[in-house]
């Protein structure tokens, strides 16, 4: 059984003094929840590939305080510098050139010679990471392939027995995913969408950077949380639905959605559908129902990062 802490500083030093010894916490990031571990210990990433059941070619988000402690794990080329100046710390990965002295667990990274750090913004993230004193591998705390959680609730309800603990921050505010950016061989794209836009990184960068769309070759995906089937509830789910059928739930999105439907955001704010959509697509995720259709969305801005994850929920098992 999982104990909830309270985001005070003594119980996330007990939360620091469990990721010393090896032991595994759920934690808030301003995107979802992360299930983190020492980044640096096989048996604690090996105990979180293990509560996911994720398969170990997929590899995990290292998760560090700052800019110079990600520096110690990966090459920073002056791109990426750029990068990381412009939106650390925030929703933004960057996949990098492993440092031939990194000691980060070979585990974490499935055995590439490229690591992804995240300089989380969350000051429960941050408190955290300078208790522990560790970079945490932290995916997000669901078990593979399914909805990622956005309140602590989510986590006790999916994962209760393999965590020690989980520090209660409240629902998340961004509430997909952080957007990760490959800078490998100075080339910038988009692998997974999030809340940091590839217009806002095209600016930053001075240089278009593409969104590689399209699934991964399940057996050897390069970032398999672009497999095709993921971010899944248990339900199908049906897309650009105008209205629900019988036997379906509709999740509405702006002020024409039915009145008694849950709706991502009655004023069609897209950051606002981005910080419901896992909460209210568990919600319906139930046995009244047989079909989750959801109303369409605009692909701009965090559309496309929701529209990403509605297509993986979508898409054939
Ligand atoms: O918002 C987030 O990123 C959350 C919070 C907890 O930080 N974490 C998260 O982690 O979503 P996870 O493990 O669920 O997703 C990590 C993604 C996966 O799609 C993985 O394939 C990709 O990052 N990834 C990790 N290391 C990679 C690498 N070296 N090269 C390419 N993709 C990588
Ligand atoms: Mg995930």
């Known amino acids: 059984m999982a104990r909830r802490l309270q985001p005070n500083l003594g119980e996330i030093g007990d939360a620091a003094r469990a990721l010393r010894a090896g032991k595994l916490v759920a934690f808030p990031t301003e995107t979802v929840y992360g299930l983190g571990g020492d980044a640096t210990s096989d048996r604690a990433v090996a105990a979180i590939f293990a509560a996911k059941g994720r398969p170990s070619f997929n590899p995990l988000i290292v998760h560090v305080a700052n800019i110079s402690s990600a520096a110690q794990f990966a090459e920073l080329s002056a791109k990426a510098q750029v990068a990381a100046r412009a939106f650390w710390p925030g929703p933004l990965t960057l996949v990098l050139p492993r440092r031939r002295d990194c000691r980060i667990s070979l585990l974490a990274t499935a055995g590439l010679d490229s690591v992804a750090i995240r300089v989380p913004a969350h000051t429960i993230a941050q408190t955290l990471l300078m208790m522990a004193g560790l970079p945490l591998a932290a995916p997000s705390a669901n078990p593979s392939g399914r909805l990622s959680p956005t309140i602590a609730d989510h986590v006790l309800a999916d994962l209760d027995d393999k965590v020690e603990f989980v520090i209660d921050g409240g629902p998340c505010e961004v509430g997909v995913e952080s957007t990760v950016l490959s800078i490998l061989e100075d080339r910038p794209r988009i692998l997974r969408p999030g809340a940091v836009t590839a217009e806002a990184l095209a600016e930053a960068l001075k240089e278009p950077v593409p969104i590689e769309m399209g699934a991964e070759d399940a057996a050897a995906p390069r970032s398999p949380g672009r497999l095709l089937s993921h971010y899944a509830p248990s339900l199908p789910v049906r897309l650009n639905a105008a209205a629900s059928e019988p036997g379906e ?27 419901n959509l896992f909460a209210m697509l568990r919600r319906l995720d139930n046995r009244h129902y047989r079909t989750i259709a959801v109303m369409p969305i605009p692909e701009t801005g965090l559309g496309t990062a929701i529209n990403d994850r509605l297509r993986r929920a979508a898409a054939p098992r």
Request: glycine residues 8%.
């Open 249 to 275: 739930a509709l999740l509405g999105f702006g002020p024409a959605a039915p009145k008694d439907a849950l709706n991502l955001s009655p004023t069609a704010d897209l950051q606002e559908a981005a910080a």
